[in-house]
């Protein structure tokens, strides 16, 4: 009995054994199928899944970053549209063309006026001091400017629709520009030493004279209708509708001096 016993437990051993060894000539095999390249493409999925997770990473940090920055976009954005308010309400004050009025009145200075200590011939020097008119007086070197009183969108709407035609704020506006540039330039012609006046310019510089010591123009800023060579002001049916308004408006007054239509500035009461 005892012998059978121990062969049993031997032949037990023995089984235990061709097991194993099976096992192991098993994961030898699976071990041996790609004995190359196993371990390489390890290495690349694991340098793959890492990359991965940094570009993870950097899109968290970029959404963090973004969500932080919305709440000042918004302030930034209720500033720009409270600024922008602000621009449009000051925008009808202001006309869409204001031309530079140096550059306007330098046309008429060159045709009208020689620079200070020119030499050139005018054909009046032969003509005795007293055959000349005599000059107004010298006006002040701080003279006042040509008023420019604009016009609101409110003043312009409550006129009746057929006073408006097509007119608009700026169109105005940018008239009433002009009209100062043309008075500024008779205020020059007017108060310039003859010396410096052309001689196709003197007739013209002597009926202002004149037309500016009449009692309905004295001490203003006057122009011609015969002045009114635009750009936005001209003596077509526009520039006469908009003369209309502005006399409605009470920013001009008229007269008629002779054969000269007078247009006069006022000022803000």
């Not at 963090?64 to 500033?79: F, G």
């Not at 002009?178 to 410096?196: H, V, W």
């Not at 002045?227 to 526009?238: C, F, H, I, R, S």
């Amino acid at each position: 009995m005892e012998v059978k016993k121990a062969g049993a437990s031997l032949d037990s051993v023995i089984s235990g054994f061709n097991r194993r060894i099976a096992e192991l000539q098993d994961l030898v095999i699976a071990r041996n199928m790609y004995p190359a390249s196993s371990v390489a493409d390890l290495s690349a999925v694991d340098a793959a899944v890492k990359a991965m997770e940094l570009q993870v990473q950097a899109i968290k940090d970029s959404l963090r970053d973004e969500t932080l920055a919305i709440p000042k976009a918004k302030k930034l954005i209720d500033a720009a549209v409270k600024q922008q308010k602000k621009l449009q309400d000051l925008s009808i004050y202001v006309p869409s063309h204001i031309p530079e009025r140096k550059s306007m009145l330098g046309l008429d200075a060159n045709r009208c006026l020689f620079p200070e200590g020119s030499q050139q011939n005018t054909g009046f020097e032969s003509l005795k001091l007293e055959e000349v008119p005599a000059a107004l007086p010298k006006e002040k070197k701080g003279r006042s400017t040509p008023p420019l009183w604009f016009i609101t969108a409110e003043e312009l709407d409550s006129l009746s629709g057929y006073m408006r035609g097509r007119l608009t704020v700026e169109k105005i506006n940018a008239a009433i520009n002009d009209m100062a540039t043309y008075a500024e330039a008779n205020s020059q012609l007017i108060s310039a030493p003859k010396k410096r006046v052309a001689g196709d310019s003197w007739e013209k510089a002597l009926e202002l004279r004149d037309i500016a010591m009449t009692e309905a123009v004295k001490g203003k800023h006057f122009f011609l209708e015969t002045d009114m060579k635009g750009p936005a002001l001209k003596p077509d049916n526009t520039g006469k509708a908009i003369l209309t308004v502005l006399r409605h408006l009470g920013r001009v007054s008229e007269t008629r001096i002779g054969p000269h239509r007078v247009i006069i500035l006022l000022k803000r009461h």
